[in-house]
């Protein structure tokens, strides 16, 4: 499966994005899907995931309330919604998707969107 992510920018401090990750193949409907994001001189980060049917999700503590992972099979597409952003969430985002595995380390991925880069001004 390919991935293909989009939706980020430059927002203040308070502000919402949301960011798509758009999958090629049939396959995806099968995929658990996930957000991770990378600072620079960080290493990447765990922000949400979603199971295959959409029926269990879960988050890093750092953006739980304010974040929500969804997806539309139908699309092909899974979406981060971010509210409530601070400066602190500026970040290259990445998209993953893995059709048996979901954990919070990025090993346990294996397939990866190419980034969009998350900018929150304060």
């Known amino acids: 499966v390919q991935l293909q992510a989009s939706g980020g920018g430059l927002v203040q401090a308070g502000g919402s994005l949301r960011l798509s990750c758009s999958a090629s193949?049939?396959?995806?409907?099968?995929?658990?899907m996930g957000w991770f994001r990378q600072a620079p001189g960080k290493e990447r980060e765990f922000v949400a995931a979603?199971?295959?049917?959409?029926?269990?999700?879960y988050y890093a503590d750092s953006v739980k309330g304010r974040f929500t992972i969804s997806r539309d099979n139908a699309k092909n597409t899974v979406y981060l919604q971010m509210n409530s952003l601070k400066p602190e969430d500026t970040a290259l985002y990445y998209c993953?998707?893995?059709?048996?595995?979901?954990?919070?380390?990025?090993?346990?991925?294996?397939?990866w969107g190419q980034g969009t880069q998350v900018t929150v001004s304060s």
């Open positions: 979603i199971n295959w049917s959409g029926g269990y999700t």
């Open positions: 193949g049939s396959t995806f409907s099968s995929y658990n």
């Open positions: 993953a998707g893995d059709p048996a595995r979901n954990q919070r380390v990025p090993e346990g991925w294996s397939y």
